[in-house]
């Protein structure tokens, strides 16, 4: 088992390892720690063994590029992706090519995976018949991914799309849940099994003002608030944003008050909460077809429309880490040519966005 966690010296010093990188504002500061602008998500993929490897070299290769964002989570692949994972970074600090303190792995629970204990949990503890919110199945689930990846701490823990509860639950049900499962991710923060916490989200905080139900930042800020007082462990937020579903920035869904709403960023930013997007490249959809007048606006640096995608999705104003799924090496190669180029600026971003 490896003993520590990200920190604020070891994620500094990795900046200054790849001080190449800093130079065109790779890095962003978030929480205390400096994380890369790209990270590496080990989402798709067959449950096998080939590509357990495969996920484990892409790892290794992120790492060594200077990437030090690392997202999975207990559903992914049948828990294989954490496997993966876990063996890689242990490889690799074994052999003194990097240190556990200078990397940010996150990973999710939610979702069933495995058959919990029994007794665990009782007739309406699961919604839709695959997703809970439970305290014990949390914990529970923690364990399986702590264990699975080889580490004593995750640096961030999320609820994985907790606006599934929504489906079947009204929104003070679904929110007392998550009161509840706050409550638990602050005792397991201070038992120092997690450094952070947060929700991951696929259309919970996307949606169209007077649209279907989503989350609002606000009240769940305020069960942290309740559940861990001003210091809580609620810190990050991870949620999609690409050129196909830019609504993190362009849509104002947040707030109480129907005439002074806010983009999800603008909340965030006010509330002290970090920002992941995820679904930079859609699945593979952004890698092609992208709008001619879009690629125009690319030099000869970017050539790739897969490239010019992730540059978009890692200059979205606001936001700390962009991730890829990458199950290859050679993809981490090729996606890490952003990394020679600066982000665009605020200006630049909004006017793709009229493109």
Known sequence: MLLTAASRAGTQGLRQRFARLESKGFYRLAQGLTMSSLGIGTYLGAANDETDRSYAAAVRAAIRQGINVIDTASNYRHQRSEFAIGRAIEA???????????????????????????????????????????????????????????????????????????????????????????AACEAMVAAGLISYYGIATWHGLRQLPGGPPGLELFRLAELARQAGGERHGLRFVQLPCNLAMPEAIAVRNQGADPNSLVSVVEAAHRLGISLITSASLLQGRLTRDLPESFREKFSDALPTQAQQAIQFARSTPGITTALIGMSKAERVIENMAVAKVKPFSPAEYLSFLGS
């Not at 007739?123 to 364990?143: E, S, W």
Request: glycine share 6%; aromatic share 6%.
């Open 92 to 182: 690799m600090i074994g052999r003194g090519e990097t240190a556990r303190n200078e990397l940010v792995v996150a990973t999710k629970a939610g979702y069933l995976t495995t058959q919990p204990p029994a007794g665990m949990l009782e007739p309406g503890d699961v919604v839709a018949q695959t997703h809970c919110l439970k305290p014990a199945f949390l914990k529970d689930q923690l364990q399986r991914s702590l264990s699975n990846l080889r580490l004593r701490r995750v640096d961030i823990f999320y609820l994985h799309n907790p606006e599934t509860q929504l489906q079947l639950l009204d929104k003070p049900e679904v929110y007392r849940r998550l009161g509840e499962a706050f």
